[in-house]
């Protein structure tokens, strides 16, 4: 049986959805728009009508779960989940900075050694993840500032690829850092094209499919780190 699903990505700017046919994209998606979230299911209603196809005919839906912009990340993960609820479909939420890695290491050909995804948290925070040489993959939220200071001691003389919207805000104080840095802005957020891709590859190998998706929102984390001891 044809397996065919639907990824989305509620961007900081817009609303980007991709209709699958097992991994193949068939189409992309993305209203321009920072209220587009809100109309995620017309949306959605009129890319499955454009191929004849009905949320009936879905395996499953596959979301960027965060990090991201609070309010449209909210909004399209209770949509998603409704939907899932009301139609009685599988979802299976992807690490939006796992999804963003895969874009740019699957768009450009020459592969980056120390790689640093950042997304914009708000007031000089910044969601990011840490791909670099010889070391653990680090995700988390930082304050730009102190995630710069930190990586400087290791870095300072290194070429780093720095990829994400929060690349392209902070680019004059990245450069300030590290003069050999490398900015890639064309890479905001993961397109839903590559949301899918790690989704479908979930969905073969039977995991991370749920009825219901929480967001994956660091700076919770990073709050309750922060907080002054009573």
Same mark, same amino acid.
């Given at each position: 049986?044809?397996?065919?699903? %639907? *990824?989305?990505? /509620? /961007?900081? @700017? ?9 991994? #193949?994209?068939? @189409? ?8 587009? *979230? ?24 596959? +979301? ?11 909004? #399209?993960?209770?949509?998603?989940? /409704?939907?899932?609820? &009301?139609?009685?479909? =599988? ?6 900075? @796992?999804?963003?890695?895969?874009? %740019?290491?699957? *768009? !450009? @050909? ?6 640093? =995804? ?7 925070? %910044?969601?990011?993840?840490? $791909?670099?040489? /010889? ?8 304050? !730009? ?5 930190? =990586? ?6 290194? +070429? ?6 929060? &690349?392209?805000?902070?680019?004059? !104080?990245?450069? $300030? ?8 802005? $064309?890479?905001?957020? &993961? *397109?839903?094209?590559? +949301? ?16 219901? !998706? ?10 309750? =780190? ?5």
């Amino acid at each position: 049986m044809t397996t065919f699903f %639907v *990824s989305i990505q /509620g /961007g900081y @700017q817009g609303l980007y959805l991709a209709l699958f046919r097992e991994q #193949v994209c068939l @189409q992309e998606l993305f209203k321009n728009d920072k209220r587009a *979230s809100s109309e995620l299911v017309p949306y959605m209603q009129e890319l499955l009508k454009e191929h004849n196809l009905a949320l009936a005919d879905l395996a499953f839906i596959a +979301v960027d779960k965060g990090p991201g912009a609070f309010t449209s990340l909210r909004v #399209v993960l209770a949509t998603v989940n /409704g939907i899932g609820l &009301a139609a009685n479909k =599988l979802l299976i939420g992807v690490n939006g900075l @796992q999804a963003l890695s895969d874009h %740019v290491r699957g *768009s !450009i @050909q020459s592969q980056p050694k120390n790689l640093v =995804l950042l997304l914009n948290a708000y007031n000089d925070d %910044v969601y990011y993840a840490l $791909e670099m040489a /010889g070391k653990d993959r680090e995700e988390g939220c930082e304050k !730009i500032q102190d995630l710069l200071e930190r =990586l400087k001691k290791d870095y300072v003389e290194q +070429v780093v690829t720095f990829a994400g919207n929060a &690349a392209g805000l902070h680019g004059e !104080i990245i450069k $300030e850092f590290f003069v050999h840095a490398e900015l890639l802005e $064309e890479f905001p957020v &993961a *397109s839903a094209r590559f +949301v899918g891709l790690r989704a479908y590859a979930d969905w073969l190998e039977q995991k991370n499919i749920t009825t219901k !998706i929480e967001p994956h929102y660091l700076k919770t984390q990073y709050f309750s =780190l922060k907080k002054p001891p009573i």
